[in-house]
């Protein structure tokens, strides 16, 4: 008999069932027989399918904890993403599914990432039979612990 087996961040309810990733809120940092995963400690977060958790935006500490309060680890980042879909097309299902992706692409909760604006963008191009081509830019601003941040980035202001 073969066992099965989930990779870290993901669980089954027994041997045999399929592997699905853990719940944001809670972690799994390594792969093997079926187990349960964890909640991540007071004052951190992950992501879905997370091995490990991270300090929530005011705390900060090694990852996976402890995460204690602090008053000026966190810097608010702003950029701009431009996305080839109409203003109609990015609607509340589509906002939800940008704000998890860049949640979880810097590892962060996605209560922690914000749109600032949202504007279409027309642009013509000068072949005769070509159609416009629409974009819709987004201005995003996504708080993360001060050491995650680029150089650049300035301080968050209360």
Do not use: W
């Amino acid at each position: 008999m073969i066992a099965c087996v989930c990779v870290a961040g993901h669980t089954a309810a027994s041997d045999g069932v399929a592997c699905t990733a853990c719940d944001a809120g809670t972690f799994k940092s390594e792969g093997g027989a079926v187990s349960a995963c964890e909640r991540c400690p007071a004052n951190s977060d992950s992501s879905a399918g997370g091995v490990l958790c991270y300090c929530s935006p005011g705390f900060e500490g090694r990852d996976g904890g402890p995460c204690a309060a602090c008053s000026d680890c966190t810097v608010a980042v702003t950029f701009t993403a431009t996305l080839s879909m109409s203003m109609a097309s990015f609607g509340r299902p589509s906002r939800d599914a940008y704000m998890r992706s860049v949640a979880e692409a810097v590892s962060v909760a996605a209560s922690s990432v914000a749109i600032a604006s949202v504007t279409e963008q027309f642009l013509r191009r000068r072949l005769r039979a070509a159609a416009a081509v629409v974009n819709v830019v987004v201005e995003t601003t996504v708080t993360v612990a001060r050491a995650l941040a680029p150089l650049s980035a300035s301080p968050r202001m209360p």
